[in-house]
């Protein structure tokens, strides 16, 4: 199979270009499978060039190996081929330790600099620990102010080429840029058929903030996830008619919103069927019937979720957005 030249995004003018179909680097638990880093750099062999990572998933070491292995032999002629996404976790997100959790994540990943650096929620728990669930006495409330002011330091700095933020309604978005000097470049959020996010997309597109999809298969297999995307018969119908399946239909979808997409298989047979949604598209019969899915919201985030928190309830998490 020749290596497929995945589709780019221009994000903020001083930003990088964004590969348009990205890697996910979670493996749940985290940090339980020993083969990441061979994964990592077969996906690098296959074409993949923008790759997801976090501090929370303990995937910015492997990551670093599959990289220098790369370079080392020549699937890529530099670090400025790769795009490099990792994300601040809910225990960094204190306005003093934003800065230094980059310099952590960068010296894990081998890296001056990323090319986009998110904040992985807008919530907040006592420093310390590295992991989802959080403790539910940990919670405490997210202050936007000095936690932006040190994510655009970041950028300042030259130690992100973009900031962005994920899992932000369009309140919290609001609330954001009415307070930032640098406005967030990408809002990374779960999108699929079963949760197609008409409202932030149309914000979002509104005030030049890029939507990365993460889950646009129901991520089966981990915490949250599920297999309604993956068992819905209107989907399995389009991808036989198609002579695709049904995942592609899914990716294929998701692109055609004109966001980004993560995906996650460290299966090769997968990770190259992943790639393969390019060279075709859907009807407007199909988008229709797409469009027409009930729509239910995989991961409510119900770990963040406490009677004497910040968030008392998901409505207030996702303000109604949900």
Not at 42 to 58: E, K, P, Q, V, W
Request: proline share 5%.
């Amino acid at each position: 199979m020749a290596k497929i030249t995945v589709p780019e995004a221009q994000l903020n003018k001083n930003g990088k270009a964004v590969p348009l179909l990205g890697f996910g680097t979670a493996e749940y638990p985290f940090g339980s499978s020993d083969n990441v880093k061979e994964c990592l750099l077969n996906a690098i062999r296959l074409g993949y060039r923008h790759f997801d990572s976090a501090a929370l998933y303990l995937s910015e070491q492997p990551l670093r190996e599959a990289m220098a292995e790369a370079l080392e032999l020549g699937l890529v002629n530099s670090r400025e081929e790769l795009f490099i996404t990792t994300k601040l976790w809910c225990s960094d997100a204190h306005g003093d330790c934003v800065v230094a959790a980059l310099q952590t994540s960068l010296k894990n990943l081998g890296l001056e600099y990323v090319d986009l650096y998110l904040v992985h929620w807008p919530v907040c728990v006592k420093a310390g620990e590295y992991e989802l669930p959080v403790k539910k006495e940990d919670l405490l409330p997210f202050d936007y102010g000095s936690v932006w002011k040190a994510m655009e330091e970041c950028q300042k700095l030259g130690l992100a080429k973009s900031i962005g933020v994920s899992n932000f309604s369009c309140k919290k978005l609001e609330k954001l840029l009415s307070i930032s000097e640098i406005p967030p470049a990408v809002n990374q959020v779960e999108v699929n058929p079963l949760w197609q996010q008409q409202k932030l997309r149309e914000f979002c597109k509104e005030k030049g903030i890029h939507i990365t999809a993460y889950s646009p298969l129901g991520a089966k297999g981990t915490l949250w996830g599920s297999d309604r995307v993956m068992k819905s018969e209107v989907l399995q119908e389009i991808a036989e008619a198609k002579g695709k399946t049904l995942a592609q239909v899914c990716l294929r979808w998701v692109h055609e919103q004109g966001v980004s997409v993560l995906v996650k298989s460290f299966n090769t047979e997968r990770m190259k069927e992943n790639l393969d949604i390019f060279d075709w598209s859907l009807s407007p019969d199909e988008l229709n019937k797409i469009s027409q899915l009930p729509q239910k919201k995989g991961f409510p985030g119900l770990e963040f979720v406490c009677p004497y928190g910040p968030y008392k309830s998901t409505e207030e998490l996702w303000d109604g957005e949900i």
